[in-house]
């Protein structure tokens, strides 16, 4: 079983920053590849960034130039910066972590940010 925890998020002005991070704790040695997605009220779930295992990363072209997601891989811990903050960003982010053939989905961090 693994579990996964957001935490980062919060309340930042436009053009602000936020470092958000993923933990994946359990009976593993290491992730297959880590997704980040985030989901603003009333619109679909989206992926945002992803990070294999080896440190290959692709992004959304919303966030594309603003967002860097990184791993520690001694940690099996994610981390997404965000910077230059828009308030389309506003959203809760979540972390979905594969291992094998599961995938595992923490319960988001809330991020809000206003103009």
């Known amino acids: 079983q693994v579990q996964v925890v957001e935490s980062g998020g919060g309340l930042v002005q436009a053009g602000g920053s936020l470092r958000l991070s993923c933990a994946a704790t359990g009976s593993f040695l290491r992730f297959n590849y880590v997704d980040w997605y985030r989901q603003a009220p009333g619109k679909q779930r989206e992926l945002v960034a992803h990070?294999?295992?080896?440190?290959?990363?692709t992004y959304a072209d919303s966030v594309k130039g603003r967002v860097t997601i990184s791993r520690d891989g001694a940690n099996n811990t994610v981390y997404l910066q965000m910077n230059s903050l828009k308030p389309e960003d506003t959203a809760v982010y979540y972390c979905?972590?594969?291992?094998?053939?599961?995938?595992?989905w923490g319960r988001g961090t809330q991020v809000t940010v206003s103009s």
């Open positions: 990070i294999t295992s080896g440190g290959s990363t």
């Open positions: 979905n972590v594969k291992v094998g053939l599961m995938a595992y």
